[in-house]
């Protein structure tokens, strides 16, 4: 008996066309279909099993990789505002210091009056930064005005000119609070007091393509970064403690403190960059 088998196809599994014919019959001839079914791994069921497994194991291992992700991001971000608010909270007792240390030197000049009107503002200027004290941001408006606030406080002692110019929507954008509030007060303090009235300081605030700049200026000596000494230190410490962390909480619209001086002139400038995009 002869035989021979022919594959038909072999996408699942393989069928054969088996033909039989007898030698001593030869015109005889037998055909039979026999039909090998593929192993259990490559049957079609299998592997579209397979495939749609491995999606779902991925999807699940992608986003718990995710949530891990935004877990992590949300408690350095929490870390950074905790950090913030506590580097913040320690401008208000550095404040109050040099406020009454102001005061306390009106009193000893025998001005009377300028210590009573100096501590009422003082008064009205306190409440609006106790009361903003959890608040990271204000608009640009309340800032300059606390700074207005500010300066005319120390005029009463220092009597110095000061300026504030800017043309923008102060209601309309928002800056950290009480930023520039270290700066001033070592403009005054370290800049103009000794110059009387001849001081000035000056602030201002205008943009730069999608930038925010404000400037601090004041003609006298004012304090330098880097100076040895420990004057002014502090406020300058806390400032740049600040942004560090404020620009790790949005780093993709970050602020910058460069500082320039002259002769007659120093230069405190905050960029924020694209600020207003």
Known sequence: MDSSAFPLHASRGHTYDLSLRYRFQPETEAHYTVVVAP???????????????????????????????????????QTAIQSLRSVQAQLNPHFI????????GLVNRHDIDGANEYLSAFSNLMRNTLTGQDRVQG?????LKSMETYLRLEQLRFHFRYRIDSDLPLDTIEVPHLL??????NA??????????????????????????????????GCHPGETDSRGKYGLRLTTDRIRLLNQLNPAASIGLLYTAGRRATTFTFIFSKWLT
């Open 39 to 77: 192993y259990w791994w490559s049957t079609t069921w299998f592997v579209a099993t397979a495939v749609i497994a491995g999606l779902l194991v991925s999807f699940e291992l992608y986003r718990r990789r995710k949530r891990h992700q935004l877990t992590e991001q949300e408690n350095r971000r």
């Open 97 to 104: 210091f040099n406020a009454l240390t102001s005061i306390q």
């Open 139 to 143: 608009t640009l408006g309340q800032e």
């Open 180 to 185: 520039f509030q270290p700066i001033i007060e």
């Open 188 to 221: 005054v303090k370290h800049g103009v007091s000794s110059l009387r009235e001849n001081g000035l300081v000056t602030l201002a605030a205008f943009t730069r393509s999608d930038d925010l700049v404000v400037e601090i200026t004041d003609n006298g000596y």
